[in-house]
């Protein structure tokens, strides 16, 4: 039996079967099924029952959101905009497919060259606990769209929020087949993975995504879509330091340091005025505060996931400090809370020589440099490559910064955890494999089919070259 808890309070929320290997294997022959009739309708049948789907989650909103706090710890307000998130996402997928997966048509000499998409047939989705909606919603919908079917397996840590969106289809009248839910750990996701399954599309840790690659590495035919996080580098230059701070502390903290883009990294000049700011930022995460998901005044950030997440943290932040790094906050646990509860934590890296890890949590390291060359030498020395980012009031910097930096997220004065469902999600090297998602999620969800077509059967013998005569 499956059961997930509230990090806040260990209370179970929810609880059902873990579905074995032969059931993975009957879901997906439901989902195959299925498929001829799903995609073969037409693409405003999909478009109808997608836009139903995000009426549902306008109505059932405030039941998503609380669902989402409950399981994955954050805050009320956090898990209300991760919900808004999921239904802007419909219109953004309907453009997109359009776009970048619609068809298009040429008139040529003999006719017409015609460019459609396709669908492939049954996408496994694996969805992360940090986003439990809102980034297996961003796999789900394109897919749905292009025509695909779904076998989608929830993180094993919140398994009531795929209940509940799979629910939400449902009552949009999505048919039966064409979304099938899976529930477990990693035997449930190895038994996906092996099915007969035409994609896999994750959302989660480089750890898992090297262990997805190598186990469909003599299965080319099956398209594997990956963002695996980051070790995010955020370099400060220049600007009023209080105002750095607060762009640094939303990059570093913001969903208790749980997510992908997290700055995981701040590169400082070392001179004064990078003093300051690591003191302004050390005074702003003093006074983050730090709550259950439902607590009121709403929390700055709440738990990690875990009990056992804050577990490897923690650890991670030992290493750290037994490595040489210097204390300037300690990672500590929250007085009086469940021990999921960890509050922010910097640590000066300087001259370190520490892991290049993403540490997945509120803990932030400093690295001193003597000039901005070797500002972004710091940062691009990394085998990640998914977000980055530069404080500074420079456009000559910033410039110079983009010219330069490997990452597929590069924000300038703004947190490195802003991203848009408008625009391409995903990094490179060890943060993925080339397949972003978000805007461009159209891309690996139907393949290209090119197609000359004339009207008529005519004779083309004349264009063969070095044709004998006829005898």
């Given at each position: 039996m499956l059961q997930s808890t509230c990090p806040a309070t260990g209370a179970v929320v929810w609880e059902g079967p873990v579905t074995g290997a032969r059931a993975v294997k009957a879901a997906v022959e439901r989902?195959?099924?299925?498929?001829?009739?799903?995609?073969?309708?037409?693409?405003?049948?999909?478009?109808?029952?997608?836009?139903?789907?995000?009426?549902?989650?306008?109505?059932?909103?405030?039941?998503?959101?609380?669902?989402?706090?409950?399981?994955s710890g954050k805050p009320l307000w956090e898990a209300q905009q991760e919900v808004l998130a999921m239904r802007g996402k419909i219109e953004l997928s309907i453009a997109a497919q359009a776009e970048r997966a619609g068809e298009a048509a040429r008139e040529m000499a003999f006719g017409r060259a015609v460019l459609r998409h396709r669908a492939h047939g049954v996408m496994?989705?694996?969805?992360?606990?940090?986003?439990?909606?809102?980034?297996?919603?961003?796999?789900?919908v394109p897919a749905l769209l292009a025509g695909d079917t779904i076998v989608f397996k929830p993180s094993e840590e919140t398994p009531m929020v795929g209940a509940l969106m799979a629910d939400c289809w449902a009552e949009a009248s999505l048919p039966e087949g064409v979304l099938e839910v899976v529930q477990g750990g990693?035997?449930?996701g190895m038994a996906l993975a092996d099915a007969r399954i035409q994609g896999l599309l994750f959302t989660g840790s480089a750890a898992t995504g090297a262990v997805l690659r190598r186990q469909l590495v003599d299965r080319p035919e099956?398209?594997?879509?990956?963002?695996?996080?980051?070790?995010?580098?955020?370099?400060?230059?220049?600007?009023?330091p209080a105002a750095v701070a607060s762009i640094v502390v939303q990059s570093a903290f913001i969903s208790a340091g749980q997510r992908c883009t997290c700055a995981r990294r701040l590169i400082l000049p070392d001179n004064a005025w990078g003093d300051e700011v690591v003191k302004a930022t050390a005074s702003?995460?003093?006074?983050?505060?730090?709550?259950?998901?439902?607590?009121?005044?709403?929390?700055?950030?709440?738990?990690?996931?875990s009990v056992a997440a804050a577990a490897r943290t923690q650890l991670a932040a030992q290493r750290l400090v037994a490595s040489g790094a210097r204390t300037i906050m300690p990672l500590a646990p929250v007085a009086g809370r469940s021990m999921a509860?960890?509050?922010?934590?910097?640590?000066?890296?300087?001259?370190?020589?520490?892991?290049?890890?993403?540490?997945?949590?509120?803990?932030?390291?400093?690295?001193?440099?003597?000039?901005?060359?070797?500002?972004?030498?710091?940062?691009?020395?990394?085998?990640?490559?998914?977000?980055?980012?530069?404080?500074?009031n420079d456009p000559a910097k910033w410039e110079h910064y983009a010219a330069r930096a490997r990452c597929g997220v590069l924000n300038w004065n703004r947190p490195t955890t802003g991203a848009a469902g408008s625009m391409p999600f995903g990094g490179l090297g060890a943060s993925g494999n080339h397949r972003p998602s978000a805007y461009y999620a159209a891309d690996y969800c139907a393949y290209p089919v090119a197609s000359f077509e004339a009207p008529k059967v005519e004779d083309m013998t004349a264009s063969i070259p070095g044709l004998a005569a006829a005898a």
């Amino acid at each position: 039996m499956l059961q997930s808890t509230c990090p806040a309070t260990g209370a179970v929320v929810w609880e059902g079967p873990v579905t074995g290997a032969r059931a993975v294997k009957a879901a997906v022959e439901r989902a195959a099924e299925a498929f001829a009739g799903w995609s073969t309708r037409p693409v405003s049948d999909r478009i109808a029952i997608a836009r139903a789907f995000e009426a549902v989650l306008e109505q059932r909103g405030e039941e998503l959101a609380r669902a989402i706090a409950q399981e994955s710890g954050k805050p009320l307000w956090e898990a209300q905009q991760e919900v808004l998130a999921m239904r802007g996402k419909i219109e953004l997928s309907i453009a997109a497919q359009a776009e970048r997966a619609g068809e298009a048509a040429r008139e040529m000499a003999f006719g017409r060259a015609v460019l459609r998409h396709r669908a492939h047939g049954v996408m496994a989705v694996f969805g992360p606990y940090n986003f439990p909606g809102h980034l297996p919603n961003g796999h789900i919908v394109p897919a749905l769209l292009a025509g695909d079917t779904i076998v989608f397996k929830p993180s094993e840590e919140t398994p009531m929020v795929g209940a509940l969106m799979a629910d939400c289809w449902a009552e949009a009248s999505l048919p039966e087949g064409v979304l099938e839910v899976v529930q477990g750990g990693k035997e449930t996701g190895m038994a996906l993975a092996d099915a007969r399954i035409q994609g896999l599309l994750f959302t989660g840790s480089a750890a898992t995504g090297a262990v997805l690659r190598r186990q469909l590495v003599d299965r080319p035919e099956v398209i594997l879509a990956l963002e695996l996080g980051g070790n995010n580098p955020l370099i400060a230059w220049d600007g009023e330091p209080a105002a750095v701070a607060s762009i640094v502390v939303q990059s570093a903290f913001i969903s208790a340091g749980q997510r992908c883009t997290c700055a995981r990294r701040l590169i400082l000049p070392d001179n004064a005025w990078g003093d300051e700011v690591v003191k302004a930022t050390a005074s702003l995460s003093r006074r983050l505060t730090i709550g259950a998901w439902d607590e009121q005044p709403e929390p700055s950030m709440g738990p990690l996931v875990s009990v056992a997440a804050a577990a490897r943290t923690q650890l991670a932040a030992q290493r750290l400090v037994a490595s040489g790094a210097r204390t300037i906050m300690p990672l500590a646990p929250v007085a009086g809370r469940s021990m999921a509860f960890l509050a922010p934590a910097i640590f000066d890296v300087t001259g370190v020589a520490v892991p290049d890890e993403e540490i997945f949590g509120p803990v932030l390291q400093v690295i001193r440099v003597p000039d901005f060359k070797a500002a972004i030498d710091a940062a691009n020395a990394t085998r990640f490559g998914l977000a980055g980012g530069l404080v500074s009031n420079d456009p000559a910097k910033w410039e110079h910064y983009a010219a330069r930096a490997r990452c597929g997220v590069l924000n300038w004065n703004r947190p490195t955890t802003g991203a848009a469902g408008s625009m391409p999600f995903g990094g490179l090297g060890a943060s993925g494999n080339h397949r972003p998602s978000a805007y461009y999620a159209a891309d690996y969800c139907a393949y290209p089919v090119a197609s000359f077509e004339a009207p008529k059967v005519e004779d083309m013998t004349a264009s063969i070259p070095g044709l004998a005569a006829a005898a």
